[in-house]
C-alpha cells in the first residue's frame, strides 16, 4: 500500500509530552496517528468523547452556596472587610 505524509501542528510541549508518552507506548508519533485515523474510519465517529464540560460557577452546589449567601446578607449575617489583593496584602496597610 502507498505511504503519505500528514503534517500536524502542535504546540511545541504538547509534541514533546506525545513524543515521550508514544516511546512509552513503545511507539512513535506517526504510529499512534495511524493507531488513531484507523480507529476514526473503522469507527466512523472520534473514538472518545469531545466536550466542553460544565463551568464549574454554574453547579448546582455552587448555585446553593450563592444563594444561602444572599440569603444570609438579606437577614444581616455578614461581616465588612478591606479587599486583599492577590499576594495577600492589605491595600490600605500598603497606603502610608
Known amino acids: 500500500m ?4 500528514l503534517t500536524v501542528r502542535m504546540d511545541n510541549e504538547l509534541k514533546e509530552k506525545f513524543e515521550t508518552l508514544c516511546g512509552v507506548f513503545g511507539m512513535n508519533p506517526s504510529v499512534a496517528m495511524t493507531i488513531f485515523a484507523k480507529a476514526v474510519v473503522r469507527e466512523r465517529r472520534i473514538p472518545f468523547e469531545i466536550t466542553a464540560g460544565e463551568d464549574p460557577f ?35 496597610s500598603m497606603a502610608g
Open 2 to 5: 502507498a505511504q503519505s505524509t
Open 58 to 92: 454554574w453547579s448546582e452546589a455552587n448555585i446553593a452556596h450563592l444563594r444561602a449567601a444572599v440569603a444570609d446578607v438579606k437577614a444581616g449575617k455578614y461581616a465588612v472587610h478591606d479587599l486583599i489583593d492577590e499576594d495577600g496584602v492589605d491595600d490600605k
